[in-house]
């Protein structure tokens, strides 16, 4: 799990910018707007790309919504290992919970407030790590199957 948080936060750092946080709405007293773009509003192509987060997309606010539509419109300019991953990476965070997103976030912005060197040197640990899974087996698990004599 830790790793697909950190996966998730490090491709996001690759993807898309950091966007500062939206202003306060001067009228809190006012109703809140719906975000905006709605899923029906996205073209065809958006809603492709960005199919992992159509169940959450209403949970999204526009804020989140504009980086992720700015995500599919840079979509069509990535090398093809570059959409798979960020596929791949979209269908990890759809399936996380919401503190685990926000652990994600904290996480990237952390990674992000790095000195540059830093930054190499934590990328650089973290193939390592993922190296060190790929080349170690998956433990098969406690799994006992009990043994029967036939009677």
């Known amino acids: 799990?830790?790793?697909?948080?950190?996966?998730?936060?490090?491709?996001?750092s690759l993807v898309a910018p950091?966007?500062?946080?939206?202003?306060?709405?001067p009228n809190a007293a006012a109703q809140p707007k719906p975000a905006k773009p709605d899923w029906s509003e996205l073209t065809p192509?958006?809603?492709s790309v960005l199919a992992p987060l159509?169940?959450?997309?209403?949970?999204?606010?526009?804020?989140?919504?504009?980086?992720?539509?700015?995500?599919?419109?840079?979509y069509p300019k990535m090398k093809p290992e570059q959409q798979q991953r960020l596929q791949a990476q979209m269908k990890e965070w759809a399936m996380l919970t919401p503190e685990q997103r926000r652990v994600a976030r904290e996480n990237f912005k952390t990674i992000?407030?790095?000195?540059?060197?830093?930054?190499?040197?934590?990328?650089?640990q973290?193939?390592?790590?993922?190296?060190?899974?790929?080349?170690?087996?998956e433990p098969a698990g406690d799994a006992v199957v009990p043994t029967t004599t036939p009677q």
């Open 18 to 25: 950091v966007v500062t946080a939206a202003p306060a709405q």
């Open 1 to 12: 799990m830790v790793k697909a948080l950190v996966a998730i936060a490090f491709g996001l």
């Open 45 to 47: 192509a958006q809603q």
């Open 126 to 137: 973290w193939q390592e790590y993922q190296q060190s899974l790929v080349a170690k087996p």
């Open 112 to 124: 992000k407030k790095l000195p540059p060197e830093k930054r190499k040197q934590v990328k650089a």
């Open 54 to 74: 159509q169940d959450d997309w209403k949970e999204l606010d526009t804020l989140r919504r504009s980086k992720w539509v700015k995500v599919a419109k840079a």
